[in-house]
């Protein structure tokens, strides 16, 4: 989502207390992973460190509540680099953002069982410069890896949607991420690399090809890629090309997958709340459910408590993806 061009409202923040439950039992589902991206901690870009609760905020604990109990299973957290670390990519953890993080990563893992995306939603950039210091990057992930390594539910997302950068650069960030990650202790967990162009699953064969050198030593990486359905791919419009549009986008990522032998999930996708769309979503959606060799699962741009009438607001209980898609979703995952 090239969040640039949406504009949010700020709405004030209830968070609901649940009593701890188990793991979430035996989902019955096509995908390994289903879920929602919650936003609010990245809001309010360029105003660092931002006031809480004016400039940004957290996901809510109900959310998290009712979305699990449909089935959605996992969850991901975008949230400013600028925020956690504000000096330098070097620098030294604000605690107060930290613990905001931990809160909401921690409900989501222990209390309901679910998995957490830990999401620097930064584009490759730092303070609105492209990050080119590999090294710096890579001592930012271990810093932050550091505070998850042994949670087996936090899965890590190198960086949102890397774009107009160079290619090589764009492979280097991500392989600094991954070694950096598992220098600091995190080995159990999945790592989520993202590709330049908004990571679009559309045009990733071309654009992003280089990326099938990574490496991990622990063999756990899954390619996420986001996919929209508008005109020129950036998610900004209820307006979907065609009701098959979904699946062509998604087509050659596939093949690429299988090609190279790897994993992908679909990290964002959205569509307006329209019969076009809707078919669109789910001819993309049933056909990744019938090439789950290769793709882990999708989660729905986005939820969280700001979005107000967000074309695609996933927020329980009257956000207009919400109670549009919901069924659908639900019937597809």
């Known amino acids: 989502m090239r969040f640039s061009s949406v504009v949010v409202a700020a709405g004030a923040i209830s968070v609901a207390a649940a009593a701890p439950i188990p793991e979430l039992n035996k989902r019955v589902s096509k995908f390994k992973f289903f879920g ?68 909401i990563v921690n409900y989501i893992t222990d209390t309901k069982g679910a998995y957490a995306i830990v999401d620097p939603h930064n584009f490759g950039r730092f303070n609105g410069n492209i990050i080119t210091d590999t090294t710096g990057f890579g001592t930012w992930w ?36 991954i070694n950096n990650i598992r220098a600091a202790g995190a080995k159990s967990q999945m790592i989520f690399v993202e590709g330049n162009s908004y990571s679009g699953a559309y045009t990733w064969a071309q654009t992003n090809d280089n990326l099938k050198a990574l490496t991990d030593p622990n ?45 992908g999930i679909i990290g964002e996708f959205a569509g307006g709340a329209n019969s076009q769309c809707q078919s669109a979503i789910q001819g993309m959606l049933s056909y990744l459910g019938s090439n789950t060799d290769v793709w882990e699962g999708a989660l729905w741009w986005g939820g969280g408590p700001w979005w107000g009438d967000y074309i695609f607001s996933f927020e329980p209980p009257s956000g207009t993806g919400y109670t549009y898609y919901l069924n659908l979703l639900k019937s597809l995952m």
Not at 159 to 171: A, G
């Open 142 to 177: 271990k810093t932050v890896a550091a505070q998850f390594s042994s949670n087996s539910k936090v899965i890590f997302d190198t960086n949102n949607e890397y774009h107009d950068m160079d290619q090589t650069l764009v492979l280097n960030l991500n392989q600094a991420a």
């Open 219 to 263: 063999n756990y990486i899954v390619y996420e890629m986001h996919q929209y359905l508008d005109s020129d791919n950036s998610g900004t419009s209820a307006t979907c090309v065609s009701s098959t549009i979904g699946q062509e986008r998604v087509t050659s990522a596939t093949s690429w997958l299988k090609t190279n032998g790897k994993k």
């Open 36 to 103: 929602v991206n919650e936003s609010g901690a990245e809001f309010g870009q360029g105003k660092y460190p931002g006031v809480l609760g004016t400039d940004y905020t957290w996901p809510v604990t109900s959310t998290i509540d009712t979305l699990t109990s449909q089935g959605f299973n996992i969850f991901r957290i975008p949230f400013s680099m600028e925020r956690l670390t504000p000096n330098s990519l070097t620098g030294a953890l604000d605690q107060t953002y930290l613990n905001g993080l931990k809160t």
